[in-house]
């Protein structure tokens, strides 16, 4: 029902930049929050920050003052502004949505999480 799309990977030194964007696209009544985690080598996926439809945002400790969660809600698209980038950050970084969905069989609204495929992030020293 949902499918997101993850862009702007790649590889930067240190103390640099990257801006990732995601795109939602599929069948769905609406776009509730989405967030974006990652999960480096070894070691579990974890957050890095959300956003709610209405624009309210929250940052992992890790990322705060460093990166920035917005979205375009007329692109369905959320974006992911990092500055500061260090060697720690390197991971893949995953999209998520919470979406709401109508299901033509069941005649319902349902919820759902969609994942994107994930961007690699490399940050080098």
């Known amino acids: 029902q949902v499918q997101l799309v993850e862009s702007g990977g790649g590889s930067v030194q240190a103390g640099g930049s990257l801006r990732l964007s995601c795109a939602a696209s599929?069948?769905?009544?609406?776009?509730?929050?989405m967030g974006w985690y990652r999960q480096a080598p070894g070691k579990q996926r974890e957050l890095v920050a959300t956003?709610?439809?209405?624009?309210?945002?929250n940052y992992a400790d890790s990322g705060k003052d460093r990166f920035t969660i917005s979205r375009d809600n007329a692109k369905k698209t959320v974006y992911l502004q990092m500055y500061s980038l260090k060697p720690e950050d390197t991971a893949v970084y995953y999209c998520?949505?919470?979406?709401?969905?109508?299901?033509?069989?069941?005649?319902?609204?349902?919820?759902?999480?969609?994942w994107g495929q994930g961007t690699l992030v490399t940050v080098s020293s």
């Open positions: 599929g069948s769905f009544v609406s776009i509730n929050d």
């Open positions: 956003i709610t439809s209405g624009g309210s945002t």
């Open positions: 998520n949505a919470a979406a709401t969905y109508y299901s033509s069989s069941s005649w319902t609204l349902n919820d759902m999480v969609a």
